[in-house]
């Protein structure tokens, strides 16, 4: 209970900031519990809510009395909570200058010039102070009263947006749990933290819609409204917050005079700003995204003007060029002829060619398609691309602001803007490039040059926390260790496509692909000697392979771009940025990548919606060309389809329909296609795959007589459970999957068919072999052991004994009766290992001479264990002696 009528002599005194909201006096009343027998100083509140609160129900938790009761000569330690600053401290400034006092601090703002020197700190950032402290109860084994954790709770609710600010860590996600384990009341949280907007409250709203301007500094749209009011406005703060969402405003400032005082509340979700900075130079404080401040003694004007003031100084300049440029610029020089350069242009599917002289490195120009169309249209392409490119040069360095970049493409309507740094181009901005970065930052663009089909431009998600999350300590150490070194060495370092595909699906990681932004090679070489790894090069390709000593791999690229000589030729690789390397990638799912530069570790980096299509569990491919180009993508759509559980969204359907009406599988490499089908073979249940490969009509592009019909499926699902039914044995035996279900697939098929198919798919000998003559072979035996009437073990081993395992499981899935079925699996389980225990030295002891005979005692010793007649080693040999003796084979 509050002490106002004697002196209170406290040894401890706990404080936060003027103008205390809920994270503060939560703060305050953890603090309390962690330093018994400690004093609160109030600072008050700017929220009558607040007031209300803390004088209706809860004051009884706390222990406070006001600064005048307080013997300050009596007090050692002072306890700041949700500040440092000292300008937020004016009730304790007696405190802060008095000698010999311990300064314990706990905050998670950022530091300011005029913070207290503390002689502790706990400084972290995390969404709300409250936080801090709730984690350092639980360490001690704490456990708060739920009228505790409620208050709690609502600091880091408020303090967190209800965990919407991107300021929200984990931590508060896991402290605010905490608390309703330990019974918070979320009833009472939603009525103080989630406000609808009463009556009374409208016309403050309208007025700040109203009187809101918008000034541009440094490229950034800062958004401002100066309202007063002669009565104080109830929750102000969620009434600038409802401004904020109403408009989708990135940064906005109420000015507001109420009671004789101005207000100003801030509210900010860009890093080019940082509202409690700013603020904090009217006397007032908080985070980058939020903050207020009380200004006494000045007009609304005059806060106004200072405000912009500050801004103008504070405000960074948002310098996008070089996070926006496309790199390397493809470019062309002034005497190439015009058909070159639109070869040039369809080779690398862009629209407009940079003009560079390369004798002096000089940028003369640029040339679009269009332009090359039409000079294409009046045969004159053996002319020179200087006669008619574009002369009127425009560039900006890497640290160009937004602004400028705007004011040259649209206003000066260029369609490319070269990024030029010391004489080199380091890379090119396109109109499509400054539109999709003007959309995503929901710029109000009033002119009509925006282009059809404009995505948004690339989307960076911090996901450290999965990363830790999902990955085995081995892994993410090996990202951090890749991420240094190749920051060493002035790379930028990329773990990409599948590895992030699956780490997003929470699905089993098997290879780990990483991408330079600079020479793989060197990389590959300077990393492995650092491991104490080998390393496998292929310079053509600029790529190498990492092997740990354990024979643990790791893929490691240059990132590259890739085009087309010819539909299905292979690629021509060039070096290339990452954006352009994502580019040539087979389905947008495939096309994500996570940056590991220390500075950026764990951002990932999304250019073609592939989180989006992740989430809709949809298979897109990125270009429309994507399938005549490389028509084994076919193949890997179906195969992801069939993996993940998605659908082929319905452009790829019709494309993948259009590249094989065309035939487009006429020039490709036999062996490439059979490499894909093995893949799709080598799945848990490739029989949807199949199904669906049967419905593009794909059995086709194998042969034109091959034909699936109820009975190769019926086949193939047997086939699938015999399979299932051999991976539960964990007998850890390799053999090829795949050719289970291919020799499924051929059993209908003639010879001839069978030796066709394999003439068109190259298949190599070895694997030519598995297909026809020992599957044949495989097929006949079996037909031999459905006609015989006795089925003895002796008469299925040696039946079976000389077939590998891939034919077994062949046989079985093959058996109609499943009395034969029954009897091969246990042929397979528990008979084909049967050995004897005796050698030819056992028979050399008993007497036999060397020769012929030995293979036939064995053999006879082999089936009496196979009928179970011989047991030990010790029945083998009397078993043997008998025989010999039997048959004068001994003296």
């Known amino acids: 209970?509050?002490?106002?009528?004697?002196?209170?002599?406290?040894?401890?005194?706990?404080?936060?900031?003027?103008?205390?909201?809920?994270?503060?006096?939560?703060?305050?009343?953890?603090?309390?519990?962690?330093y018994p027998g400690s004093v609160i100083i109030f600072p008050g509140s700017q929220e009558k809510n607040l007031r209300d609160f803390f004088i209706s129900s809860t004051s009884y938790l706390f222990n406070m009395a006001d600064r005048d009761s307080i013997d300050f000569s009596c007090v050692?330690?002072?306890?700041?909570?949700?500040?440092?600053?000292?300008?937020?401290?004016?009730?304790?400034?007696?405190?802060?200058?008095?000698?010999?006092?311990?300064?314990?601090?706990?905050?998670?703002?950022?530091?300011?010039?005029?913070?207290?020197?503390?002689?502790?700190?706990?400084?972290?950032?995390?969404?709300?102070?409250?936080?801090?402290?709730?984690?350092?109860?639980?360490?001690?084994?704490?456990i708060p009263l739920p009228e505790e954790a409620t208050i709690m709770a609502l600091g880091i609710y408020e303090d967190t947006g209800l965990f919407t600010y991107t300021s929200t860590t984990k931590d508060d996600l896991e402290q605010a749990a905490f608390l309703l384990s330990c019974g918070a009341n979320l009833n009472t949280i939603a009525s103080f933290v989630v406000k609808e907007i009463k009556s009374e409250q409208v016309t403050w709203l309208n007025e700040l819609l109203n009187e809101m301007t918008t000034h541009k500094i440094r490229g950034v749209d800062i958004h401002m409204s100066v309202i007063s009011s002669p009565a104080y406005i109830a929750d102000l703060a969620t009434i600038v917050q409802k401004v904020v969402r109403m408009e989708d405003l990135d940064t906005f400032f109420a000015i507001v005079l109420m009671d004789n005082k101005i207000n100003i509340i801030a509210r900010n979700r860009i890093p080019e700003v940082d509202a409690g900075k700013i603020l904090s130079r009217f006397g007032g404080g908080g985070h980058p995204y939020a903050a207020s401040a009380k200004v006494d003694n000045k007009t609304l004007a005059q806060v106004e003007m200072m405000l912009i003031e500050q801004l103008q100084k504070e405000v960074k300049t948002i310098r996008i060029a070089k996070s926006l440029m496309t790199s390397p610029a493809?470019?062309?020089?002034?005497?190439?002829?015009?058909k070159d350069a639109g070869d040039m242009m369809t080779r690398y599917n862009i629209n407009t060619l940079l003009v560079v002289d390369k004798r002096n490195n000089s940028y003369e120009g640029y040339i679009t398609r269009q332009i090359i169309e039409k000079i294409l249209y009046h045969k004159l392409s053996h002319l020179p691309v200087k006669e008619y490119m574009n002369s009127e040069v425009s560039y900006v360095s890497s640290d160009a602001e937004a602004c400028q970049i705007e004011n040259i493409i649209i206003e000066g309507k260029h369609r490319i803007l070269p990024v030029i740094d010391e004489g080199w181009i380091k890379g090119v901005i396109t109109r499509t490039d400054l539109l999709n970065y003007l959309v995503q930052h929901k710029k109000a663009l009033k002119r009509n040059e925006a282009e059809p089909g404009i995505k948004k431009n690339t989307k960076k998600r911090q996901i450290e926390n999965i990363l830790y999350q999902r990955l085995e300590k081995r892994t993410k150490k090996l990202l951090q260790n890749i991420g240094e070194t190749g920051n060493k060495l002035g790379f930028n370092m990329f773990v990409v496509g599948g590895f992030v595909r699956d780490l997003l699906l929470g699905r089993q990681i098997?290879?780990?692909?990483?991408?330079?932004?600079?020479?793989?090679?060197?990389?590959?070489?300077?990393f492995a000697k650092k491991e104490s790894c080998r390393i496998n090069t292929h310079k053509k390709f600029g790529t190498a392979v990492i092997i740990f000593p354990d024979n643990f791999k790791i893929d490691v690229a240059s990132a590259r771009l890739e085009y087309y000589k010819t539909p299905a030729a292979l690629p021509i690789v060039e070096k290339s940025s990452i954006k352009l390397d994502l580019a040539r990638r087979d389905f947008t799912i495939n096309t994500l990548a996570i940056s590991l530069n220390p500075d950026d570790f764990g951002t990932m980096i999304d250019y073609f919606g592939a989180n989006r299509d992740l989430k809709d569990q949809t298979i897109r491919t990125i270009h429309n060309l994507s399938f005549v180009e490389d028509p084994t993508r076919i193949f890997r759509a179906i195969k992801f389809s069939n993996r993940f559980g998605f659908k082929i969204g319905k452009v790829t359907s019709n494309l993948i329909k259009n590249a094989i009406k065309i035939d487009c599988f006429k020039n490709l490499s036999g062996l490439r296609v059979l490499s894909e089908l093995k893949q799709i073979f080598e799945e848990e249940n490739p029989i949807p795959a199949i199904r669906t490969m049967e419905a593009y009509g794909l059995e086709k592009v194998l042969h034109k007589e091959l034909v699936f019909i109820p009975n190769t499926y019926h086949l193939l699902e047997s086939a699938n459970k015999i399979l299932s039914w051999h991976d539960l044995l964990y007998t850890d035996e390799q053999y090829p999957?795949?050719?289970?279900?291919?020799?499924?697939?051929?059993?209908?098929?003639?010879?001839?068919?069978?030796?066709?198919?394999?003439?068109?798919l190259n298949v190599p000998l070895k694997e030519r072999s598995i297909l026809l003559e020992k599957r044949y072979k495989a097929e006949k035996q079996l037909?031999?052991?459905?006609?015989?009437?006795?089925?003895?073990?002796?008469?299925?081993?040696?039946?079976l004994i000389h077939f590998n395992t891939e034919y077994i499981l062949y046989m079985m899935a093959l058996a109609k009766d499943e009395k034969i079925k029954k009897a091969i699996s246990n042929f397979y389980t528990h008979q084909r290992n049967i050995q004897p225990y005796i050698r030819g030295r056992d028979l050399l002891k008993i007497g036999l001479k060397p020769g012929s005979i030995f293979s036939t005692i064995l053999n006879l010793v082999l089936n009496a264990k196979l009928d179970g007649q011989l047991k030990t080693k010790k029945e083998e040999i009397l078993f043997v002696t008998k025989y010999?003796?039997?048959?004068?084979?001994?003296d």
């Open 783 to 799: 037909f031999l052991i459905e006609n015989s009437k006795n089925h003895t073990k002796q008469d299925l081993y040696w039946a």
């Open 330 to 338: 493809i470019t062309i020089e002034p005497d190439i002829t015009c």
């Open 76 to 142: 050692s330690r002072l306890v700041i909570v949700d500040t440092r600053q000292k300008a937020r401290l004016p009730h304790v400034s007696g405190l802060l200058c008095k000698k010999d006092i311990i300064i314990d601090i706990y905050d998670h703002h950022p530091a300011m010039k005029d913070d207290v020197n503390a002689t502790f700190e706990n400084i972290r950032q995390t969404g709300a102070t409250t936080t801090i402290l709730s984690a350092l109860l639980q360490e001690k084994n704490i």
């Open 737 to 760: 999957r795949w050719a289970v279900y291919f020799m499924a697939l051929l059993n209908r098929s003639s010879y001839k068919v069978c030796e066709q198919i394999c003439e068109r």
């Open 884 to 890: 010999a003796e039997k048959h004068k084979l001994i």
């Open 1 to 34: 209970m509050s002490k106002k009528n004697k002196i209170v002599k406290a040894k401890t005194i706990i404080t936060s900031h003027i103008n205390a909201d809920f994270d503060a006096i939560a703060s305050m009343l953890v603090a309390q519990k962690l």
């Open 510 to 526: 098997d290879d780990i692909d990483i991408v330079v932004e600079g020479d793989g090679i060197e990389f590959a070489k300077v």
